[in-house]
């Protein structure tokens, strides 16, 4: 039997989405990588590598011109989404389910499958970061975990075991499971420190009328918790909140984009060649964005 595979956005919804998929199609297995839509064609492709897979299945994952034309070269291709993106013509082997009013990308996976589950809701608390059960800030916390202190192979090992516990045992297990509430422990008293440090780094400017905050750092730290505390900033509510992280061995830099206010910031992301939603976006640029370049993009949407 061919073995399926699933590609997925690595956060909390690509994580639903993979186990939603793992329940409801037809083989009792996958294979499962974690990707970004920076490095997606790629992942894409390494997955065809020394497989016969003839199916694909890709979530919380935007499809472009490059990625639709390399998933192609699977019999058939599944693609799920809830991002806003451009209108992309596909071959009649790919299939593109896509709702951008979607609360999350889990949410239409579930609405494909006819599935519904505790955890679909949970992703969309956790996607739209309005958090109202203690099991979506147990997961979003764990998922943080990971995301803070494992990288490459092992973070893509860590998260491909979640999928699976969640598809057969269900999140309770998950969430009860004793080096899962160790790792969610762990991240929980690093946010405690590290809500010490953002207002001292945060840089804040007024641009043509609209308050922005910009926070820099060169490792991973979470954009939600950056944007709630902001919320207790003096000069806040804030029109434009950007995470910049600066990646110095390869030369990129990964731009988050926020707003307090409802600003359009998925109209600065495409400013440099990201997505996203209206409300939160993002890109990853292939060189060091200096925050005058980032405060020149928004004076540009400003004076519009």
């Not at 806003?84 to 593109?96: F, Q, R």
């Not at 949970?122 to 147990?138: G, M």
């Not at 499971?177 to 840089?203: M, P, T, W």
């Amino acid at each position: 039997m061919r073995i399926p595979v699933i590609v997925a956005h690595g956060d909390c919804d690509g994580l639903i989405c993979s186990a939603l998929i793992l329940q409801n199609i037809p083989e009792d297995r996958a294979r499962i990588y974690y990707s970004s839509p920076y490095f997606l064609r790629d992942t894409i492709c390494k997955a065809m590598l020394g497989t016969k897979a003839d199916v694909i299945y890709i979530a919380d994952l935007s499809p472009v011109r490059e990625t639709i034309a390399a998933s192609s070269i699977y019999s058939r291709a599944f693609w799920f989404d809830h991002h806003t993106i451009e209108p992309s013509e596909a071959p009649g082997n790919v299939i593109l389910t896509m709702d951008s009013n979607a609360e999350s990308a889990a949410r239409v996976v579930a609405r494909y499958f006819k599935a519904e589950d505790e955890i679909v809701n949970i992703a969309d608390q956790i996607d739209k970061n309005r958090i109202e059960s203690f099991k979506a800030e147990q997961l979003r916390s764990l998922v943080g975990y990971l995301k803070k202190y494992t990288h490459g192979i092992t973070f893509a090992l860590k998260m491909r075991s979640l999928a699976i516990s969640l598809a057969e045992n269900g999140l309770n297990t998950v969430l009860s499971d004793k080096e899962n509430l160790e790792g969610i422990a762990i991240y929980q008293n690093y946010l405690q420190r590290f809500s010490l440090e953002i207002e001292k780094k945060i840089k804040v400017h007024e641009i043509y009328g609209a308050r922005v905050a910009i926070y820099t750092t060169q490792e991973f730290n979470p954009v939600y918790f950056i944007t709630n505390k902001l919320k207790e900033h003096s000069r806040a509510p804030f029109n434009y909140i950007v995470v910049a992280v600066y990646r110095n061995l390869n030369n990129k830099t990964k731009l988050e984009f926020r707003t307090h206010t409802g600003e359009d910031v998925l109209s600065l992301a495409k400013l440099f060649g990201g997505g996203g939603h209206r409300l939160a976006s993002g890109a990853t640029v292939t060189e060091n964005i200096s925050e005058m370049q980032i405060l020149k993009a928004i004076e540009s949407l400003q004076k519009q």
